[in-house]
T-cell receptor, first 113, second 113 residues
Framework: EDKVVQSPLSLVVHEGDTVTLNCSYEVTNFRSLLWYKQEKKAPTFLFMLTSSGIEKKSGRLSSILDKKELFSILNITATQTGDSAIYLCAVQNSGGSNYKLTFGKGTLLTVNP | NAGVTQTPKFQVLKTGQSMTLQCAQDMNHEYMSWYRQDPGMGLRLIHYSVGAGITDQGEVPNGYNVSRSTTEDFPLRLLSAAPSQTSVYFC????????????FGPGTRLTVT
């Protein structure tokens, strides 16, 4: 059974801080790892990672994957109150014909002014 | 394009009642899925469909039925609602079964009393 573990489960920081969110996984036939941001609505896509060591960046957010150690991190620099959200990590397998996503429980990030 | 739409946005049911959560997409996506999200639990897959006429179970299928008679629609039926089904339900569509992207609907918040 595929498994995704995120840590920490919740985090409170002050504006301007840098945060690192962790995602470790066990999945048969790994295809991709995805990060989503969820505010008070549906998750929105942030990054998709398939190869080790290649950093994806979007503004103050960046993510990297380590396929040998089976984990990914999501970094947010110079945090703002608008970064407050649940950050979800998911892995996709390529076993069979289903390509299912397995989600972690999420990290609740609160950024205080 | 409206993307993925879900109705209703909110619903309160009594234990034992049945209802159907509606999901529709206008992107001609092949793959659709239903997730439930409970506090601190991430997203868990209920049922999915790889195309019209084809459905399969996900991680937590008990108490739910689905059908896919058209490419556009993927309703989720609760046969006899239970308090354990109180949750937020998200429908998602994906261009094809191998794609990593999930386009999420806005969600339905269901309370069973």
């Amino acid at each position: 059974e595929d498994k995704v573990v995120q840590s920490p489960l919740s985090l409170v920081v002050h504006e301007g801080d840098t945060v690192t969110l962790n995602c470790s996984y066990e999945v048969t036939n790994f295809r991709s790892l995805l990060w989503y941001k969820q505010e008070k609505k549906a998750p929105t896509f942030l990054f998709m990672l398939t190869s080790s060591g290649i950093e994806k960046k979007s503004g103050r957010l960046s993510s990297i994957l380590d396929k040998k150690e089976l984990f990914s991190i999501l970094n947010i620099t110079a945090t703002q109150t608008g970064d407050s959200a649940i950050y979800l990590c998911a892995v996709q397998n390529s076993g069979g014909s289903n390509y299912k996503l397995t989600f972690g429980k999420g990290t609740l990030l609160t950024v205080n002014p | 394009n409206a993307g993925v739409t879900q109705t209703p946005k909110f619903q309160v049911l009594k234990t034992g009642q049945s209802m159907t959560l509606q999901c529709a997409q206008d992107m001609n996506h092949e793959y659709m899925s239903w997730y439930r999200q409970d506090p601190g639990m991430g997203l868990r897959l209920i049922h999915y469909s790889v195309g019209a006429g084809i459905t399969d179970q996900g991680e937590v299928p008990n108490g739910y039925n689905v059908s896919r008679s058209t490419t556009e629609d993927f309703p989720l039926r609760l046969l006899s609602a239970a308090p354990s089904q109180t949750s937020v339900y998200f429908c998602a569509s994906t261009p094809d079964r191998s794609s990593y992207r999930r386009y999420f609907g806005p969600g339905t918040r269901l309370t069973v009393t």
